[in-house]
């Protein structure tokens, strides 16, 4: 299974072909476009989020509500296409016409400059276009497609956010995936805790203020993941370095750590590892869950705990020093529209690029051409690991 995405954040749309998808799996623009919107709120928004309502398009590979095996194509228009035509066309222009909005200073911490000396071009606007976070509307699309497949698995996915700009929440949760994302779907930064709420809102205020932006961590939960996807035989095959790419693929972000993570460095082994019980209900399963579901590249069982950390939007109103790439002066550029803070419509993404991963360790562990196929051989291998 696999897919492409194409599109530009000020172009026509945004596009994806996912091939693979076994027949007979219930999907609805319905739920896409929920899981879409999810990602457009949070606070630390900027006014972009404002002209846009992203709704997807199912233009094949689904037929009155179910796969048919097929390719599936899926399209979000952008609604701000339309202020930016003259600049964005795929039409040829004649040599006396002047491009507007050429971008000759690349921002600090963007694709600009690396991206325009590697691919020679004297406007970045063709850099930025495509390095921009609009890019994650269409993972979401493509994650709200695998979560609805997951779901027929008994298979689900919670995210929240625990920092932003060093405001913490550092309670350890046991609450189930319902009452996760219940909790986090009322907060404006999706945040489990009502006092660490609070001190992020006013953090991504401040900065606001000061011309700032801000990063944070989030946390995604899988829970209902059979013993095995993935594999220790093979570096390429182990689901926790799949995981830990896609994630670190997510626009910003510059680390991932799974259970304890990074904490594990500090403490000994016998503080580390989870230790193995049985049970006649339950079969093998872990006292403690601090490898966050993962050993030998393989799930446990044990619920996926991922997080990942993203560095504060490096389109500032606050200026920082560049250099101008035709003049080759400094400069001190502010930025007349951006986010501040994107850290809770982040964790959306992060939820649904951790949700085509599962995905499709899923369809290489039972695969099938149909759903009902893919169910027998999933059901078969519970029991079979159950009784192990
Ligand atoms: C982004 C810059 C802003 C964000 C955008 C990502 O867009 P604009 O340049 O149009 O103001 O709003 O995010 C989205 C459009 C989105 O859908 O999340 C950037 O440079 O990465």
């Known amino acids: 299974m696999r897919f492409l995405t194409a599109g530009e954040s000020h172009g026509p749309q945004l596009t994806t072909i996912i091939e693979g998808l076994p027949a007979h799996l219930g999907i609805t623009a319905e739920a896409i476009n929920a899981e879409l919107k999810r990602r457009q709120g949070g606070y630390g928004r900027g006014r972009r989020m404002k002209i846009e309502t992203d709704q997807v398009q199912i233009l094949s590979g689904i037929r009155h509500g179910q ?4 390719p599936v194509a899926l399209v979000v228009q ?3 296409w339309k202020n930016w035509q003259d600049i964005m066309g795929a039409e040829p222009i004649d040599s006396s016409q002047e491009v507007k909005k050429q971008v000759t200073r690349p921002r600090p ?4 400059l690396n991206g325009a000396i590697k691919y020679g071009h004297r406007d970045m606007r063709n850099i930025l276009e495509r390095s921009s976070a ?4 269409i993972r979401v699309a493509i994650g709200a497609v695998a979560k609805q497949f997951l779901s027929q698995f008994g298979i689900e996915i919670a995210g929240r956010v625990v920092e932003i700009g060093g405001v913490k929440d550092e309670h350890e949760y046991s609450s189930s995936i319902e009452d996760i994302r219940t909790v986090t779907e009322a907060s404006p930064v999706r945040c489990m805790d009502k006092d660490a709420e609070q001190k992020m809102i006013a953090a991504i205020d401040e900065a606001k203020n000061n011309g700032d932006s801000l990063g944070g961590v989030v946390e995604v939960i899988v829970t209902g993941v059979p013993v095995g996807l993935g594999s220790h035989v093979h570096y390429d095959r182990k689901l926790d370095a799949r995981i830990a790419m896609a994630v670190q693929s997510i626009n910003a972000f ?4 799974f259970g304890i993570g990074f904490s594990a460095a500090h403490i000994p082994g016998s503080q580390v590892h989870d230790e193995i019980i049985w049970s006649e209900d339950k079969g093998f399963t872990r006292k403690t869950n601090r490898l966050g579901g993962f050993e030998g590249g393989m799930t446990t069982g044990m619920p996926i705990v991922v997080r990942g950390v993203m560095k504060p939007i490096p389109t500032l109103y606050k200026p920082l020093q560049s250099v101008d790439i035709e003049t080759k002066e400094p400069f001190s550029a502010s930025i007349e529209r951006s986010d501040n803070c994107a850290v809770p419509a982040a964790s959306v993404v992060c939820e649904n690029v951790v949700a085509w991963e ?3 360790a899923m369809m290489e562990k039972f695969p099938g051409d149909r759903m009902e196929e893919m169910k027998e051989a999933f059901e078969k291998y519970q029991e079979w690991a159950m009784n192990f």
């Open 109 to 112: 911490g963007h694709a600009d």
């Open 78 to 80: 952008n609604k701000d």
């Open 254 to 257: 510059k680390g991932v750590e």
């Open 67 to 70: 796969t048919t095996g097929a």
């Open 358 to 360: 599962i995905a499709q």
């Open 134 to 137: 609009r890019e994650t509307t």
